[in-house]
T-cell receptor
Framework: GNSVTQMEGPVTLSEEAFLTINCTYT??????LFWYVQYPGEGLQLLLK?????DKGSNKGFEATYRKETTSFHLEKGSVQVSDSAVYFC????????????FGTGTSLTVIP | KAGVTQTPRYLIKTRGQQVTLSCSPI?????VSWYQQTPGQGLQFLFE???????NKGNFPGRFSGRQFSNSRSEMNVSTLELGDSALYLC???????????????FGEGSWLTVV
């Protein structure tokens, strides 16, 4: 079946620290991989995505590389800011399930000044 | 371009009642899907609609139902509410529906349902 396993939180970092949030997946077929971010009281916003192996998604300083050999899609940012404090969700969309997305449990990130 | 709009944003219902939530997708988007978000279960897929037809359904009891209108707007209904139905209900729309993955879904801000 399809599933996403995401690093447990919460994560607390100082401003300008390096961020990694681990994400691994199990999927049938050839999935696309996504990172969504949720700010307090809001819905989810797309952060970045990758649709095939070795693709790198990037946005707002965040990056993630689709690694088929390790079935991973880890999120990284070189220097976090207070405004990055949010909950981050890794997700996959499998080729045989249309627009049904499978989400990880979410990782809460707090960045302190 | 307006985003996904969900109404109402907040509501409180009593056990046994029913509730209807509404979603207006991004203009031009014909696929609408619904998710339930709870602290314990995370984000769970409810169902997806395209061209007024349910294309996919998650593992929820029959009390959860939905529909889509010809203008792509969608509603979901929960009957005989239980305390465990308290959650954030998120609607998402997508421009494309197809067998290939990679379609981005765009979320609304959600409807917060509290069952007392």
């Amino acid at each position: 079946g399809n599933s996403v396993t995401q690093m447990e939180g919460p994560v607390t970092l100082s401003e300008e620290a390096f961020l990694t949030i681990n994400c691994t997946y199990t999927a049938t077929g050839y999935p696309s991989l996504f990172w969504y971010v949720q700010y307090p009281g809001e819905g989810l916003q797309l952060l970045l995505k990758a649709t095939k192996a070795d693709d790198k998604g990037s946005n707002k300083g965040f990056e993630a590389t689709y690694r088929k050999e390790t079935t991973s899609f880890h999120l990284e940012k070189g220097s976090v800011q207070v405004s990055d404090s949010a909950v981050y969700f890794c997700a996959l969309s499998a080729s045989n399930t249309g627009n049904q997305f499978y989400f990880g449990t979410g990782t809460s990130l707090t960045v302190i000044p | 371009k307006a985003g996904v709009t969900q109404t109402p944003r907040y509501l409180i219902k009593t056990r046994g009642q029913q509730v209807t939530l509404s979603c207006s997708p991004i203009s031009g988007h014909r696929s609408v899907s619904w998710y339930q978000q709870t602290p314990g279960q995370g984000l769970q897929f409810l169902f997806e609609y395209f061209s007024e037809t349910q294309r996919n359904k998650g593992n929820f009891p029959g009390r959860f139902s939905g529909r889509q209108f010809s203008n792509s707007r969608s509603e979901m209904n929960v009957s005989t509410l239980e305390l465990g139905d308290s959650a954030l209900y998120l609607c998402a729309s997508s421009l494309v529906v197809g067998v290939n993955s990679g379609n981005t879904i765009y979320f609304g801000e959600g409807s917060w349902l509290t069952v007392v």
